[in-house]
């Protein structure tokens, strides 16, 4: 796995950098205070891995802020126990304080597993995790606790994967598109614009899960921002909301392809 960022402007290398010590500083707080202090998996709680992965560590990340749109860093961290991966009790402090850094221009998203089961999922063989571990940046890691060597997925888990993959979204799509749909009746255009881009972006990124080792990846923001100058604050802003989804998801880790930026265009 690449550990520098030297494919990165030298913005993006400062609020990384950035990013990495408030997360760090944060959890080591966390672990100071609250219930379980005596717990000897929280006494020698750490974090093992900082991973970059998506746009920013293929290097097909878009920063078009005229336009309204900045590709957001999404950070996997690895640490040693299962119930450090809680989002309310270690890692809230951090997401708050990263969105509330002006020195960081961008929206940051994490998923926090711990190591045995990251290693779990590329030992059978998740694609997920070894895209992760293919394009992804090192941006810290403690020794001595390496990953899994990723495994060819077999193709009966293939099958499987891809099925609850595909019965997942799929709804969620229809409902945008009726969504879609109803504005239009209500000629809310613009409501009806949003929707719409919501639902071929989610189907855009719904296509590797099946076909996935016959295609190559798709990057994202194939589908490009609507025109400027149509702009709204998107109902999932506010700390509460992102935590609630951050939560959600931290087992499904798939489920981080559905969100997008807090300001999107309509």
Same mark, same amino acid.
């Given at each position: 796995?690449?550990?520098?960022?030297?494919?990165?402007?030298?913005?993006?290398?400062?609020?990384?950098?950035?990013?990495?010590?408030?997360?760090?500083?944060?959890?080591?707080?966390?672990?100071?205070?609250?219930?379980?202090?005596?717990?000897?998996?929280?006494?020698?709680?750490?974090?093992?891995?900082?991973?970059?992965?998506?746009?920013?560590?293929?290097?097909?990340?878009?920063?078009?802020?005229?336009?309204?749109?900045? !590709?957001? $860093? %999404? &950070?996997?961290?690895? /640490?040693?126990?299962?119930?450090?991966?809680?989002? #309310?009790?270690?890692?809230?402090e951090a997401e708050n304080r990263i969105l509330r850094d002006p020195s960081v221009g961008r929206i940051v998203n994490?998923?926090?597993?711990?190591?045995?089961?990251?290693?779990?999922?590329?030992?059978?063989?998740?694609y997920f995790w070894t895209d992760i571990v293919r394009d992804g940046v090192m941006l810290y890691e403690l020794p001595?606790?390496?990953?899994?060597?990723?495994?060819?997925?077999?193709?009966?888990?293939?099958?499987?994967?891809?099925?609850?993959?595909?019965?997942?979204?799929?709804?969620?799509?229809?409902?945008?598109?009726?969504?879609?749909?109803?504005?239009?009746?209500?000629?809310?255009?613009?409501? !009806?614009? $949003? %929707? &719409?881009?919501?639902? /071929?972006?989610?189907?855009?990124?719904?296509?590797? #899960?099946?076909?996935?080792?016959?295609?190559?990846?798709?990057?994202?923001?194939?589908?490009?921002?609507?025109?400027?100058?149509?702009?709204?604050?998107?109902?999932?802003?506010?700390?509460?909301?992102?935590?609630?989804?951050?939560?959600?998801?931290?087992?499904?880790?798939?489920?981080?392809?559905?969100?997008?930026?807090?300001?999107?265009?309509?």
């Amino acid at each position: 796995m690449k550990s520098v960022l030297n494919h990165l402007p030298e913005r993006q290398q400062q609020e990384l950098a950035q990013v990495r010590t408030t997360l760090l500083t944060e959890f080591e707080a966390a672990l100071r205070k609250g219930a379980g202090g005596t717990s000897e998996w929280r006494k020698g709680g750490q974090v093992l891995k900082i991973i970059l992965f998506g746009s920013y560590a293929r290097n097909d990340w878009v920063d078009e802020p005229d336009n309204g749109y900045l !590709s957001d $860093f %999404d &950070l996997l961290i690895i /640490v040693s126990h299962p119930k450090l991966t809680d989002i #309310a009790d270690y890692w809230w402090e951090a997401e708050n304080r990263i969105l509330r850094d002006p020195s960081v221009g961008r929206i940051v998203n994490i998923i926090v597993h711990d190591l045995a089961e990251v290693n779990q999922a590329l030992g059978r063989g998740e694609y997920f995790w070894t895209d992760i571990v293919r394009d992804g940046v090192m941006l810290y890691e403690l020794p001595s606790h390496p990953l899994a060597v990723p495994k060819p997925m077999t193709p009966k888990d293939a099958v499987e994967m891809a099925s609850a993959y595909y019965e997942s979204w799929l709804p969620k799509i229809q409902i945008a598109l009726e969504k879609s749909e109803f504005c239009i009746g209500k000629n809310e255009l613009a409501e !009806s614009a $949003f %929707d &719409l881009h919501q639902a /071929v972006e989610q189907r855009l990124h719904l296509l590797p #899960a099946g076909p996935h080792l016959l295609l190559p990846t798709i990057p994202q923001h194939q589908i490009p921002p609507l025109p400027r100058g149509r702009r709204r604050q998107t109902p999932c802003g506010g700390l509460a909301a992102r935590a609630a989804h951050r939560q959600a998801t931290l087992r499904n880790p798939e489920a981080r392809l559905c969100r997008g930026p807090i300001l999107r265009p309509v």
